[in-house]
């Protein structure tokens, strides 16, 4: 089983700041399948990337993510009000078909 | 608009049984695999099972593995988990999600508001 580990577990940082989350994976993940979420305070998991670096559709371009292998990781270039909320990377491309890191809370400084 | 709602859940008592349902909209239902995921009260996200589109491949994590069972009605565009032997550690909000793909290697594209489980005596 491929184990997801991210990082920082909170990150504080003020509005129009970067933001710079990671995830590392215990093995290889195939073909780059690690997607990104995020998921805001009694809401469900929004899909932000999937593929490590293609935004989902209607994701604004401040968020990207890159990586391959067993590291990647998730920019929001300058962070908006609307982005303080808690984001997981997943993989879903070995078995079992998918696993999900614990999570990294961004919160305001 | 691609429209997922779960339905299904409750209050249950240990070693019990509940069925949970996702009826989806929007979207071609058969041609796309199917995930249910959960999360427990204050917790992060777990993988629970994935469906592919025709019901040929299923997975499950080992947490549920031989209590639970996902199947789909391509026909009634709905999608079930069928849970068996409940236990404390199943309560969660349990969400419906679609894939962005037919395989199960397929990404949480699209998802419910949930359903919540509660296992208790």
């Known amino acids: 089983e491929i184990v997801l580990t991210q990082s920082p577990g909170t990150l504080s940082l003020s509005p129009g700041e970067r933001a710079t989350l990671s995830c590392r994976a215990s093995?290889?993940?195939?073909?780059?399948?690690l997607a990104w979420y995020q998921q805001k305070p009694g809401q469900a998991p929004r899909l932000l990337i999937y593929?490590?670096?293609s935004r989902a559709t209607g994701i604004p371009d401040r968020f990207s993510g890159s990586g391959s292998g067993t590291d990647f990781t998730l920019t929001i270039s300058r962070l908006e009000p609307e982005d303080f909320a808690v984001y997981y990377c997943?993989?879903?491309?070995?078995?079992?078909?998918?696993?999900f890191g614990p999570g990294t809370k961004v919160d305001i400084k | 608009e691609v429209q997922l709602v779960e339905s299904g859940g409750g209050l249950v008592q240990p070693g019990r049984s509940l069925r949970l349902s996702c009826a989806a909209s929007?979207?071609?239902?058969?041609?796309?695999?199917m995930h249910w995921v959960r999360q427990a009260p204050g917790k992060g996200l777990e993988w629970v099972s994935s469906?592919?589109?025709?019901?040929?491949?299923?997975g499950y994590a080992d947490s549920v593995k031989g209590r639970f069972s996902i199947s789909r009605d391509n026909a009634k565009n709905s999608l079930y988990l069928q849970m068996n032997s409940l236990r404390a550690e199943d309560t969660a909000l349990y969400y419906c999600?679609?894939?962005?793909?037919?395989?199960?290697?397929?990404?949480?594209?699209?998802w419910g508001q949930g359903t919540l489980v509660t296992v208790s005596s």
């Open positions: 999600a679609k894939g962005a793909s037919s395989g199960w290697f397929s990404v949480c594209q699209h």
């Open positions: 929007g979207f071609t239902f058969g041609d796309y695999a």
């Open positions: 469906i592919n589109w025709n019901s040929g491949n299923m």
């Open positions: 093995q290889s993940v195939s073909s780059s399948y």
């Open positions: 593929g490590a670096s």
């Open positions: 997943q993989q879903y491309g070995s078995s079992p078909p998918v696993t």
